[in-house]
């Protein structure tokens, strides 16, 4: 087992890693940048690393200074959390050239299911379905235009090294496709320094499901169930749920049979989620896989009892999985609460809290780094919490949320408190009746006086 975990990350996924390792008996380093000095993270681990000014480039994506911090405090194992560099293959590589263990997925894998083509290219050989798309990139203009006409319209023009909605384009007549092609393509190119792009059928009142994975070094995976993300702002999930309203017990298993079988095909090691488009015929379509821990993860943990950090360190450290399959035992919402004016486009809000009460009691879990006082910087994710509420049904759960978001206060700041508050009392969202379309037609009601 490890000694001593570096965590190459900030803020409330920081936390929760430095909160199962001091469980585990494992010391925990953590780094941050200037803009973070004051950071919970940096008070709760062990030992705490400053690694640059407040730029992401220049401390949180700074892979010398990263390996530097780990190398001086002796840490022989790096959790990179979420984001920043938990997909970067090439810091997989070079914690391996050093001898720290990197506790996600392998360079090979990250490349492998890193490039959206590839991925689903590696999806349909496992036999998982797959939308109907283009094999490989689009060459030119013309191959797209063929393509379109095959599949018919509408299509989806998607960036191939893609993430948070950029280079994607959907065009709903053959008129438009020159246009979103060329904006895509700029776009993603600007974005990524990559326009490469493909091509899929575009599937017509989508949900957005993903299962949950854990691979093991010995070739063994098992899934933890699905967790329903449909409710996303320009690609942006909003609110997560398990499990999903739109679930049947037949669809789920078909559904988590998918999910071990792609995971097993490619010998996934370490916490991953594939991620599934399911029509509304039920028809479910392999989107992307994730190979890192997720930011709903908690209320897989929630419905299931089992902890999923846990598990990473577990597997990345050799121990095997027992091979099981969970299904959710509860029901579990969670609310990502952000820095944002809900009633003014989502704005960023950074500044500081000068007030804040969290809710408790039972079935209610917050995770997160901020505190009263704490200045919320600007050069990050605007995530500044995750309110999870559980219990035996989705309305009991839902109830519970109401509950929790009325008692949560944060002042200094604008935060989307009031957008998750409306949403709990949406007929459709209380129905269980929404896909990713979903906030299209969401307005928020004028702010209480």
Same mark, same amino acid.
């Given at each position: 087992m490890?000694?001593?975990?570096?965590?190459a990350n900030?803020?409330?996924?920081?936390?929760?890693?430095?909160?199962?390792?001091r469980?585990?008996?494992?010391?925990?380093?953590?780094?941050?940048?200037?803009?973070?000095?004051?950071?919970?993270?940096?008070?709760?681990?062990?030992?705490?690393?400053?690694?640059?000014?407040?730029?992401?480039?220049?401390?949180?994506?700074?892979?010398s200074?990263?390996?530097?911090?780990?190398?001086?405090?002796?840490?022989?194992?790096?959790?990179?959390?979420?984001?920043?560099?938990?997909?970067n293959?090439?810091f997989?590589k070079?914690c391996?050239?050093?001898?720290?263990?990197?506790i996600?997925a392998?360079?090979?894998?990250i490349?492998?299911?890193?490039?959206?083509?590839? /991925?689903?290219?590696t999806?349909?050989a496992? %036999?998982?379905?797959?939308?109907?798309?283009?094999?490989g990139?689009?060459?030119?203009?013309?191959?797209a235009?063929? +393509?379109?006409?095959?599949f018919?319209?509408?299509?989806?023009?998607?960036?191939?090294?893609g993430? %948070?909605g950029?280079?994607m384009?959907?065009?709903?007549? /053959?008129?438009?496709?020159?246009?979103?092609?060329?904006?895509?393509?700029?776009?993603?190119?600007?974005?990524?320094?990559?326009?490469?792009?493909?091509?899929e059928?575009?599937?017509?009142?989508?949900?957005?499901?993903?299962?949950?994975?854990?691979?093991?070094?010995f070739?063994?995976a098992?899934?933890?169930?699905?967790?329903d993300?449909?409710?996303?702002?320009?690609?942006?999930?909003?609110?997560?749920e398990?499990p999903?309203?739109?679930?049947?017990d037949?669809l789920?298993? /078909?559904?988590?049979?998918?999910?071990?079988?792609?995971?097993?095909?490619?010998?996934y090691?370490?916490?991953?989620t594939?991620?599934? !488009?399911?029509?509304?015929?039920?028809?479910?379509?392999?989107?992307?896989?994730?190979?890192?821990?997720?930011?709903?993860?908690?209320?897989t943990?929630?419905?299931?009892d089992?902890?999923?950090?846990?598990?990473q360190?577990?597997?990345?450290? %050799?121990?095997?999985?027992?091979?099981?399959?969970? +299904?959710?035992q !509860?029901?579990?919402?969670?609310?990502?609460i952000?820095?944002?004016?809900?009633?003014?486009?989502f704005?960023?809000?950074p500044?500081?809290?000068?007030?804040?009460?969290?809710?408790?009691?039972h079935?209610?879990?917050?995770?997160?780094?901020?505190y009263? %006082?704490?200045?919320?910087?600007?050069?990050?994710?605007?995530?500044?919490a995750?309110?999870?509420?559980?219990?035996q049904?989705?309305?009991?759960?839902?109830?519970?949320?109401?509950?929790? +978001?009325?008692?949560?206060?944060?002042?200094?700041v604008k935060?989307?408190?009031?957008?998750?508050?409306? +949403?709990?009392?949406?007929?459709?969202?209380?129905?269980?009746?929404?896909?990713t379309k979903?906030?299209?037609?969401?307005?928020m009601?004028?702010? /209480?006086?």
């Open positions: 490890f000694k001593k975990i570096l965590i900030r803020g409330e996924i920081a936390l929760r890693v430095i909160r199962t390792c469980e585990m008996g494992i010391k925990t380093v953590a780094v941050y940048s200037t803009a973070d000095a004051e950071s919970l993270h940096v008070k709760f681990a062990d030992e705490a690393v400053c690694i640059g000014p407040a730029p992401s480039n220049l401390s949180y994506l700074k892979m200074n990263i390996i530097a911090a780990a190398e001086i405090t002796n840490a022989d194992a790096i959790h990179p959390g979420y984001g920043f560099l938990s997909e293959a090439k997989s070079i391996q050239e050093h001898g720290i263990k990197f996600g392998s360079p090979e894998m490349e492998k299911m890193g490039d959206k083509a590839t /991925a689903k290219a999806m349909k496992a %036999g998982v379905p797959c939308v109907p798309g283009s094999d990139l689009l060459e030119s203009f013309e191959h235009q063929k +393509l379109a006409k095959e018919g319209y509408p299509v989806m023009l998607k960036a191939t090294a993430g %948070g950029k280079g384009r959907a065009v709903w007549k /053959a008129e438009d496709l020159q246009k979103a092609w060329e904006s895509a393509k700029q776009e993603a190119g600007a974005a990524f320094g990559n326009d490469g792009m493909y091509m059928k575009l599937i017509e009142e989508p949900r957005h499901i993903e299962i949950q994975v854990v691979g093991d070094s070739g063994k098992c899934h933890l169930s699905e967790r993300c449909s409710v996303q702002r320009r690609h942006q999930k909003l609110t997560e398990t999903s309203p739109f679930m049947t037949e789920r298993e /078909a559904m988590g049979t998918a999910a071990v079988k792609a995971a097993e095909y490619i010998q090691e370490g916490a991953g594939v991620e599934f !488009l399911v029509d509304k015929h039920r028809n479910f379509y392999f989107m992307e896989m994730n190979t890192r821990i997720q930011v709903e993860h908690p209320i943990e929630q419905v299931i089992y902890d999923l950090i846990r598990e360190i577990l597997v990345a450290a %050799g121990v095997p999985i027992s091979g099981k399959n969970y +299904l959710p !509860l029901h579990s919402i969670e609310c990502r952000n820095a944002e004016d809900p009633y003014n486009d704005r960023p809000s500044g500081k809290i000068t007030t804040l009460h969290m809710p408790g009691g079935g209610v879990r917050l995770d997160t780094h901020v009263s %006082g704490y200045t919320i910087p600007p050069n990050y994710d605007s995530m500044i995750k309110l999870i509420t559980t219990a049904t989705r309305e009991e759960a839902i109830n519970k949320m109401k509950r929790a +978001l009325d008692e949560f206060v944060i002042e200094g935060t989307t408190i009031p957008f998750h508050r409306q +949403l709990m009392d949406e007929p459709d969202y209380v129905a269980g009746n929404y896909t979903f906030m299209e037609s969401f307005k009601n004028e702010p /209480a006086n």
